[in-house]
């Protein structure tokens, strides 16, 4: 049974190049979040995404968008990239179905091991 | 005030030692708590999960005290390999339930 998947494990970039980051949820999930985490901080939600539609979204620019696909899989795009966006972007997997929801509990999201990226 | 506030590192501790981190969190309207662990350079992996007033699992003990609002991280007989850092976790509001974190706690347990 195949968990979350991540690609690329390393990116390098320069200001104001564009990356594209992609991830497979875990088997049987529906439900894709990102997350950027900081070196020394805990990971912060960017958005979500659920029946190829973006559901809710954090304090992050419009520089950063996504894209569900109907295979569940996801891709989250960030432009104009900045020193700043250097980090780690985790994708967690979950699902929405009942059925899902009580074998693994209420809320619970599994992490991919996730791309660094740093910005020069 | 900060969603989820978690004890600052690091906590440095011998082998076998018990160790408890403490959580506290804002939104009184939280049902399920989290606690992940992280390795360095790692994701964050589900340790444990929260949903009433407590879980325990082995040498790992959760406690929550909802009047308050925090939630602890007890662990017992502490090992070389629970060296990591520990992040406290819950749902925000909202239909998308994104997970908001602490910024976590780093443990080294020293042979």
């Known amino acids: 049974d195949a968990g979350v998947t991540q690609s690329p494990t390393h990116l390098i970039k320069t200001r104001g190049q564009q990356v594209t980051l992609r991830c497979s949820p875990k088997?049987?999930?529906?439900?894709v979040s990102w997350y950027q985490q900081a070196l020394g901080q805990g990971p912060q939600f960017i958005f979500q995404?659920?029946?190829?539609?973006?559901?809710q979204r954090g304090n992050f620019p419009d520089r950063f968008s996504g894209h569900q696909f109907p295979n569940y899989s996801s891709e989250l795009n960030v432009n104009a990239l900045l020193l700043g966006d250097s980090a780690l972007y985790l994708c967690?997997?979950?699902?929405?179905?009942?059925?899902?929801?009580?074998?693994?509990?209420?809320?619970?999201?599994?992490f991919g091991p996730g791309t660094r990226l740093t910005v020069l | 005030r900060k969603e989820v506030e978690q004890d600052p590192g690091p906590f440095n501790v011998p082998e076998g030692a018990t160790v408890a981190f403490n959580c506290t969190y804002s939104?009184?309207?939280?049902?399920?708590f989290f606690w992940y662990r992280q390795d360095c350079r790692k994701e964050p992996k589900l340790l444990m999960s929260v949903y009433s007033s407590g879980n325990e699992d082995g040498r790992f003990t959760a406690q929550l005290n909802r009047a308050s609002q925090y939630i602890s991280l007890l662990i017992r007989d502490s090992k070389l390999s629970d060296s990591a850092t520990y992040l406290c976790?819950?749902?925000?509001?909202?239909?998308?339930?994104?997970?908001?974190f602490g910024s976590g706690t780093q443990l080294t347990v020293l042979p």
């Open positions: 967690a997997s979950s699902s929405k179905t009942d059925g899902w929801r009580k074998r693994e509990g209420r809320d619970t999201q599994y």
């Open positions: 995404y659920y029946e190829e539609e973006e559901r």
């Open positions: 939104n009184s309207a939280s049902q399920s």
């Open positions: 976790v819950t749902p925000s509001s909202g239909s998308a339930r994104q997970l908001t």
């Open positions: 088997s049987g999930h529906d439900t």
